[in-house]
């Protein structure tokens, strides 16, 4: 009977500890993943660069003179430009959480094996 109860402890024991890395690694990549493409989604609805380059050569405004068609090109270049230094900005601060995010079990088992002197 003793047996019995030793090993359904050490096999609860291994599960919890699968189990927490399939959580963190898997489940978490994947809210991680999910969270980054709706923020970049609700960035596109301010931005919209597909749109913007599709009308790259229109003028703004439906105004056919020479001057609205110069600042048309102009003012959506500026768009554009602006709106992928901010999908830069966003892809750069998802992956430095995300490689935080993997990093940061083995890092406390690192750490702690260290202080104990393992």
């Known amino acids: 009977m003793d047996n019995f109860a030793l090993g359904y402890a050490a096999h609860r024991f291994f599960y919890r500890i699968v189990s927490f890395f399939r959580h963190w690694y898997v489940d978490g990549s994947r809210v991680i993943a999910h969270r980054f493409v709706s923020t970049l989604e609700e960035v596109d609805k301010s931005f919209a660069i597909a749109v913007t380059l599709r009308f790259l050569f229109q003028p703004l405004y439906k105004d056919y003179t020479v001057i609205g068609r110069i600042l ?47």
Do not use: D, N, Q, S
Not at 94 to 110: G, T
């Open 72 to 118: 048309g090109i102009i003012f959506r270049t500026g768009r554009i430009l602006i709106g992928v230094v901010v999908y830069l900005f966003i892809t750069a601060f998802f992956l430095a959480f995300y490689l935080a995010w993997i990093a940061l079990p083995a890092a406390i088992i690192f750490y702690t094996a260290k202080g104990v002197g393992i």
